[in-house]
């Protein structure tokens, strides 16, 4: 079969989306051998990352790419129009990875990606852009999808009480798993160069894009009210590129009493990222909704004490092996911290148990799902 796949958002410094469809192509070449790839640099008219139309990531010999298209206005009208239609009708299936579904029904058979409802649920969280393109992507992916690939089961309810009307028989789980660099065998694990490393000092860690749906602002009260409470110096570092709507968080940050022992250090490559789960006293999570929560997982599979929200996905990945509270549950979250900090054995206890939980996600499995859903269309 032909198939059209979306790698729209595999560029650089990606975040989950990008990280998701780039494990799932680079999975799929290495099993896959009776289908036919062509890979989709660009594909819709709402998201657009301009240099992705000179990027070759991926050399397999089984792919071709799509149209290289450079500016945003040609995009527009190309996916929009005739020109756009006309190729997505040359391949048996196309799979969309970026939210973005066509506006109208396609010979092709279409699978969807669906990794939260959170712009339709909650959109105060986003800019007004960013809902709108969302939410025009899950929309016509309930009208017009062969089948719709949820990250979650939490992710499937939340879009059938939205959409009533879509057959949840189209709609299939298939979790995602850690990203591939992560905990990868024969990597070392690199210490990042950022002097609060310099010494032994124990550290809280926080991963996740700075927005409102990841609740860090929360978090820092939560951290102001816990350092008040202990006289341990225990700093809180947090790792994520800026999204939208981060001036409550900055503003948080700034007023803290405790603000010299906050560090935000934005980006860090993965080698990096490994060794601070792995070196962290707590991994926290306080994500107001998640469609999966992928740093949840890979701080388990990186052996990481955690303690995350109760919400939406996440008691999916972390099972009994975390801590789980309300994320608006202040003296919760500061309880939490606290017996994590002073009881040694409950983290040991915790850091074994998440090691295994981990291996229930692996994108070995992952992929055979989706090769599978593959091959049910191939008639």
């Avoid at 040609?74 to 009708?89: D, P, S």
């Avoid at 996740?208 to 820092?220: D, H, S, V, W, Y």
């Avoid at 991994?283 to 929200?309: D, H, I, M, R, W």
Wanted: charged share 25%.
């Amino acid at each position: 079969m032909r198939i059209g796949f979306d790698i729209s958002q595999t560029g650089g410094k990606k975040a989950g989306c990008g990280y998701y469809a780039d494990s799932l192509i680079n999975n799929i070449l290495s099993t896959d051998e009776k289908n036919e790839y062509t890979l989709l640099t660009n594909f819709g008219s709402f998201y657009h990352d301009r240099l992705m139309g000179f990027r070759s990531t991926y050399t397999d010999k089984k792919i071709r790419y799509g149209p290289r298209i450079i500016s945003k206005r040609a995009a527009i009208k190309y996916w929009n129009g005739k020109e756009g239609y006309n190729f997505l009708n040359k391949f048996n299936i196309i799979h969309a990875n970026n939210y973005w579904c066509p506006p109208w029904e396609i010979k092709s058979k279409l699978i969807y990606t669906l990794y939260d409802v959170s712009v339709i649920d909650n959109p105060e969280w986003s800019t007004s852009k960013n809902n709108e393109g969302c939410r025009a992507g899950l929309i016509n992916a309930s009208k017009f999808a062969t089948y719709i690939v949820a990250i979650s089961n939490a992710t499937k309810q939340a879009f059938l009480c939205q959409f009533p009307y879509v057959d949840e028989k189209k709609i299939f789980v298939i979790y995602p798993a850690s990203r591939p660099g992560i905990n990868k065998q024969g990597a070392d694990p690199v210490k990042p160069k950022h002097k609060i490393f310099r010494t032994e000092t124990p550290f809280l860690l926080s991963v996740g894009t700075i927005e409102p749906r990841k609740n860090q602002a929360f978090l820092l009260r939560v951290y102001d009210q816990f350092r008040n409470q202990n006289r341990q110096v225990i700093p809180l570092i947090f790792i994520g590129k800026k999204g939208w709507l981060t001036d409550d968080f900055m503003e948080e940050a700034k007023k803290s009493k405790w603000k010299a022992d906050i560090h935000l250090l934005g980006y860090v490559d993965e080698s990096e990222l490994s060794w601070l789960y792995q070196n962290c006293l707590i991994n926290l999570y306080p994500s107001l909704y998640e469609g999966f929560g992928l740093p949840v997982l890979e701080g388990l599979k990186e052996g990481a004490a955690t303690v995350c929200s109760n919400t939406t996905s996440m008691p999916e990945i972390v099972g009994d092996c975390g801590i789980m509270v309300s994320p608006t549950d202040k003296e919760g979250w500061v309880n939490a911290i606290e017996l994590l900090v002073k009881n040694k054995v409950k983290r040991l206890e915790l850091k074994e148990k998440s090691v295994l939980r981990a291996e229930l996600f692996n994108w070995e499995c992952s992929t055979n799902q989706i090769l599978d859903l593959y091959d049910s269309l191939r008639n």
